[in-house]
């Protein structure tokens, strides 16, 4: 059977395609049809109303009522008024109706495709993140709070997918004033398409920071490929320019840090996200109380905040002589640059002198005076026997872990590298018992000092947990899931096991320990649900976001969180004061006995609730029995 296209399927073909064609062709179209109707109608008048009137008249008369309703009453005859009222009828449909939509459907289309962004930026020296997803506003908070606030460094452009549909809403949610809110641009475009690059200038960008796309266990190695991709694209974009970008990218195996490195040839840091986010854990879980200076440090942003500044004056000086320098701010380390890397030294020796180009990390808010005295304090040697107690670490640990995601593994290993610890570790999840062995044996291998015990079972169903002998675990952990949809659904399920793990050590009898309860969420937003229950929360996406942005402002940053939270070397830890000392003491006091054990005090948390950062040395701390000490200690 031969097919054959009928004369009026070829018409709305043609039509189609005209229509197709923009504003002007769909105009040009409706100029066709109206020029048609108008001669039309002029032919029927010639020759059903005979009058002295030429064709050529006729024609004009009815394009004049065709295009113009005010002529319908100028009309004598019955013919000629029902000719002349058709031919209105049509004027209001095809002149004026057609018109309008055509032109509001231009208008609208203009307007939509200024609104997407797709214009590139005329911006330099600035900060650009590529993808946009629950990372991205926390980022910008800190950029915007820590950089300048004019000039270069101060704007910040974004490109996402689509702006319309999330991102807008979301900066115009913020409760920032108009200037700060003019100093975020939003573009449209794909991350991983070379030419949507231009569109945030990344060849003029001062620095480029690529958050993690998604959150889910199945995308990480997608997500990687996709951040090495970006870098790559990056690095062709940036290949004949004098000064390349600083690129920050977040990548969630640690393995490929290598490859990313190898695939730009310009200033990169990598920070690690699950591997950070693993560490976190592991220190909050090892070191019950020290989940709220993870937090005062990475996510309140009035506390105060490690920065590396350069001071040319005290090269050559000794550490102990740089230490009383300061007043208002906290020295706690150097970052010095060794064959080509950076290199951390927290807590320095006394005798640590200073090099040419070592910069002096130091905790500050961004009110506080970060010059140095013109002269040296002295320093007192403290003459208190006693040593600050160390909070009790178990020689055998038992651990619960509710939950799975792609972090567990490195968790386990960071646990296991804690000196002189052996765990008996019970891990319940939905997720298939072989695939999380398999997983966990792949990273920790097999001298990991411990047992496994896996559960493949719903936490959030009550049975489950009290089949548990809760009383018995030193710790437990919920973390959030990386198999749901979203963060929120995550959360959601977290907030549940939460509850049911609270009622049910409620019920428990009031001999019975309670196990020191750790949470993992997703959203900073839902951390109100669970204050309340007596345990610590850990906001991993916000501090991955905070780590970012610090990273971006101060590149030497990522060695610095690197060493202080590690299981080696100088690390975050927790002091308590002995009973001689329950009693109000000034800081600078307080100073002298971490000083004297050869760390630095960096905050005090007087009664166990609130954490304070980089605390003024003439303040004074009533102490008992919880107040904690933040301090960073040396492994020597």
């Not at 839902?526 to 996406?541: F, G, K, L, P, Q």
């Not at 029995?625 to 933040?630: A, F, G, K």
């Amino acid at each position: 059977m031969i097919f054959k296209l009928r004369m009026i399927d070829r018409l709305k073909y043609y039509a189609e395609r005209m229509l197709g064609g923009g504003a002007i062709a769909q105009l040009l179209f409706v100029a066709l049809v109206v020029l048609a109707v108008a001669v039309s109608g002029g032919l029927l008048a010639y020759f059903f109303v005979p009058t002295e009137y030429k064709l050529g008249e006729e024609v004009w008369w009815s394009f004049l009522r065709l295009t113009d309703p005010g002529y319908l009453g100028d009309d004598e005859g019955l013919w000629r008024r029902v000719i002349s009222t058709a031919l209105t009828l049509f004027g209001y449909v095809l002149f004026m109706g057609t018109l309008v939509a055509i032109m509001t459907q231009w208008l609208y289309r203009n307007m939509r495709n200024l609104e997407q962004g797709q214009t590139p930026v005329t911006l330099n020296g600035h900060h650009v993140i590529l993808g946009w997803n629950s990372r991205s506003i926390p980022v910008i908070r800190e950029l915007l709070t820590f950089s300048p606030k004019r000039g270069s460094g101060s704007r910040i452009a974004a490109l996402a997918e689509d702006i319309t549909s999330g991102p807008v809403n979301e900066v115009l949610s913020e409760r920032w004033g108009t200037w700060t809110q003019r100093r975020v641009v939003l573009r449209s475009g794909s991350v991983l398409n070379p030419e949507h690059l231009h569109r945030v200038a990344v060849s003029n960008a001062k620095t480029v920071i690529i958050p993690s796309r998604r959150n889910d266990g199945e995308s990480s190695i997608s997500n990687d490929a996709n951040v090495i991709k970006m870098l790559v694209s990056l690095d062709a974009q940036t290949a004949h320019s004098a000064n390349k970008p600083a690129v920050v990218a977040e990548l969630s195996d640690a393995a490929k840090i290598p490859v990313a490195i190898h695939a730009f040839n310009g200033p990169l840091q990598v920070v690690p996200g699950d591997l950070m986010v693993a560490r976190i854990l592991a220190r909050s879980a090892l070191y019950p109380g020290l989940a709220s200076t993870v937090n005062a440090i990475l996510l309140d942003s009035e506390q105060s905040q490690i920065i590396p500044v350069h001071f040319p004056q005290f090269i050559g000086c000794k550490w102990q002589e740089v230490f009383g320098y300061f007043e208002e701010v906290t020295p706690c380390g150097i970052v010095r640059r060794y064959e080509g890397r950076n290199q951390t030294i927290l807590a320095p020796a006394a005798s640590e002198v200073i090099q040419e180009h070592d910069q002096i990390l130091i905790i500050a808010s961004q009110s506080d005076n970060k010059a140095p005295l013109s002269k040296s304090r002295r320093y007192i040697p403290s003459k208190h026997t006693e040593r600050l107690l160390t909070p009790p670490a178990p020689k055998r640990r038992k651990i619960l872990i509710l939950g799975w995601n792609q972090s567990v593994p490195l968790l386990i290993k960071e646990l296991g590298m804690e000196q002189d610890c052996r765990y008996e570790i019970t891990l319940i999840s939905t997720a298939s018992a072989a695939e999380r062995k398999s997983k966990i044996n792949k990273i920790v291998g097999d001298k990991w000092p411990g047992t496994f015990e896996f559960i493949e079972a719903d936490y959030t169903d009550m049975n489950t947990l009290q089949a548990l002998p809760l009383a018995s675990f030193d710790n437990v952990m919920l973390l959030s899931s990386d198999r749901l949809g979203t963060g929120e659904e995550a959360d959601a399920r977290t907030v549940v096991g939460l509850m049911v793990l609270d009622f049910l050590l409620t019920q428990q009898n009031l001999e019975e320990k309670r196990p020191h309860v750790l949470i993992e969420l997703h959203d900073q937003s839902n951390e109100v649900y669970v204050n309340h229950a007596n345990s610590d929360v850990i906001v991993s996406s916000v501090v991955i976001s905070h780590v970012l942005a610090q990273v971006a402002l101060y590149p030497p940053i990522r060695s610095v969180y690197d060493h202080l939270l590690s299981s080696a070397g100088a690390h975050l830890s927790v002091r308590y004061l002995p009973e001689s000392m329950y009693r109000p003491m000034a800081v600078a006091e307080l100073q002298q006995y971490v000083i004297a054990e050869g760390g630095v005090l960096i905050g005090v948390n007087p009664d166990g609730l609130r954490v304070q950062l980089n605390p003024e040395t003439h303040e004074h701390v009533h102490c008992g029995p919880d107040t904690q000490l933040i301090v960073i200690m040396p492994d020597r």
